[in-house]
């Protein structure tokens, strides 16, 4: 029996070692070396010098006027696509789930703009909005509703309304899927019970539907404000940061620190600064789905 035990742990650490090793060694490790970095003076010309420099680089990023922007731009489009993707998503969810016929094929319709390339719907949405795009041209030459081209992408509140746009859009098929798998799980003798005490379609919504998935939405909307904060590729071919870096996010402006001017140790310290705000919010979004339920069992 002993040597049974032995042979069965000998094959699991057989199992394990090799996901292990190649866990540290692209994961763990590079996470601690980053963390090193973020207290070192690294730039790409003096990549073989690295003096230790403490907290100046987090100092530098904290007295730096250009992150509170790309950080505010940041928690403005968490705040902003979050609800509307979550939001449309469950609409969408809620009419499909209803459907019987042809519903495969509106589930795949919907679920299109998920699978379509960043890079391709972010060139679209420029076009449409830049200055001499398809939208100015049917504003002044189809519709006549303005003799002069509207520069949409020029400001920072209109190149980021695009980008947001554009992440709304892109994530309505995604949070439809979660949802429609949901609410696919919710016990009909819910409804029934409902029926009876005579609830109409909105208390069911409310009172059965919501409370039945509550964990789903909490996954959705912890998924959805990390992607929030991940924005990239849309900042980036939409506006690329312009004007003068108003319309930049954390990404993005951490991009531009690091292989624009060189400044990797800045850049890692704004990427710990960013993981710490997301696990503060995550902490903030679990404590508050905790402190609805408790509040609702009251």
């Given amino acids: 029996m002993e040597t049974k035990s032995r042979v069965n742990r000998i094959q699991m650490a057989a199992l394990l070692i090799p996901g292990l090793i190649i866990f540290s060694v ?14 070192c003076d690294w730039k790409l010309d003096s990549m073989i010098t690295q003096p230790f420099i403490g907290l100046t680089n987090y100092r530098n990023v904290f007295s730096d006027d250009t992150f509170w922007i790309v950080f505010v731009n940041s928690i403005v489009y968490t705040l902003i696509t979050v609800p509307g993707q979550m939001m449309l998503g469950l609409f969408t969810a809620v009419l ?34 830049n200055t001499e795009g398809l939208l100015n041209y049917v504003l002044t030459k189809v519709l006549h509703l303005t003799g002069q081209n509207v520069r949409w992408l020029d400001s920072r509140w209109g190149g980021l309304s695009v980008a947001m746009m554009l992440g709304i859009w892109k994530g309505v098929g995604w949070n439809m899927v979660v949802f429609l798998a949901a609410l696919q799980q919710v016990p ?34 912890v998924m959805l404000t990390i992607g929030g904060f991940n924005v990239f590729t849309s900042i980036k071919m939409i506006t690329g940061g312009k004007p003068a870096h108003q319309t930049d996010t954390l990404l993005t402006w951490m991009y531009y620190k690091a292989f624009s001017t060189g400044k990797f140790g800045y850049s890692a310290a704004l990427s710990f600064v960013m993981a710490f705000s997301l696990g503060l919010m995550a902490i903030l979004q679990f404590k508050a789905m905790k402190n609805r339920e408790m509040g609702g069992g009251a």
């Fill in 26 to 39: 692209f994961t763990v490790y590079p996470i601690l070396r980053l963390f090193w970095v973020s207290f």
């Fill in 96 to 129: 499909l789930n209803g459907i019987k016929r042809f519903s495969v094929t509106y589930r795949v319709i919907n679920y299109l703009p998920v699978v379509t390339s960043w890079v391709i719907a972010s060139l679209v949405f420029r076009y449409v909005f």
């Fill in 188 to 221: 009909q003798d819910l409804y029934e019970a409902a029926d009876i005490d005579g609830g109409g379609a909105w208390k069911k919504f409310i009172h059965v539907t919501l409370p039945s998935i509550k964990g789903t939405i909490l996954f959705a909307m």
